[in-house]
């Protein structure tokens, strides 16, 4: 079961990206097989590195958004960077600085936008006005570039549809 937990990423080809505008509709939920945790994880990933291991990411956990437990709702958005800052890093150095509560629900779509200007980005959710989570810490650096991946779990059923990618 662990083995399914590995996070997937499907390389969009062609497009070197440092800054600017990443825009998606995507819907995530467990498989049926998927263990108790799993939350149908979701996102996009970017500045992916040739190793595939090397990248920052936003992605959402859909079965948070409306769980009957405040701290799960908190933990609805997350920003990590791999290999060294993954979420559970993350959480155990600044709890609650990469994460945040967005009202989502699995197996539906939602929008999302990053707006990403060198070491600063933002999640925008079902076109919100304000940011959903904000990190002015990109962890990859100002002037870091790679590929945009669609990011999901292994345990996940993923759909992805409008990818709009906008170099700067």
Same mark, same amino acid.
Do not use: E, P, Q
């Given at each position: 079961a662990e083995a399914g &937990? $590995?996070?997937h990423l499907a390389l969009v080809e062609g497009v070197e990206f440092s800054s600017g505008t990443i825009e998606v509709d995507l819907a995530g939920e467990p498989g049926a097989a998927a263990a108790g945790g799993a939350r149908?994880?979701?996102g996009v990933a970017f500045r992916v590195q040739p190793d &595939? $291991?090397?990248?920052?990411?936003?992605y959402l956990r859909p079965t948070n958004g409306r769980a009957d437990d405040q701290e799960r709702r908190n933990h609805t958005a997350q920003y990590i960077s791999h290999p060294e800052h993954t979420w559970f890093a993350l959480r155990e150095k600044t709890p609650s600085r990469y994460e945040s509560y967005v009202d989502i629900v699995p197996a539906e779509w939602i929008h999302l936008k990053i707006e990403?200007?060198?070491a600063r980005a933002r999640l925008?959710?079902?076109h919100s006005a304000q940011p959903a989570l904000i990190v002015n810490d990109?962890?990859?650096g100002p002037a870091a570039r790679g590929l945009v991946?669609?990011?999901f779990e292994g345990s996940t059923i993923a759909h992805f549809a409008n990818l709009r990618i906008t170099p700067r």
């Open positions: &937990r $590995r996070d149908g994880f979701v &595939r $291991r090397t990248y920052d990411c936003f990403i200007d060198g925008y959710v079902n990109v962890k990859s991946a669609l990011w």
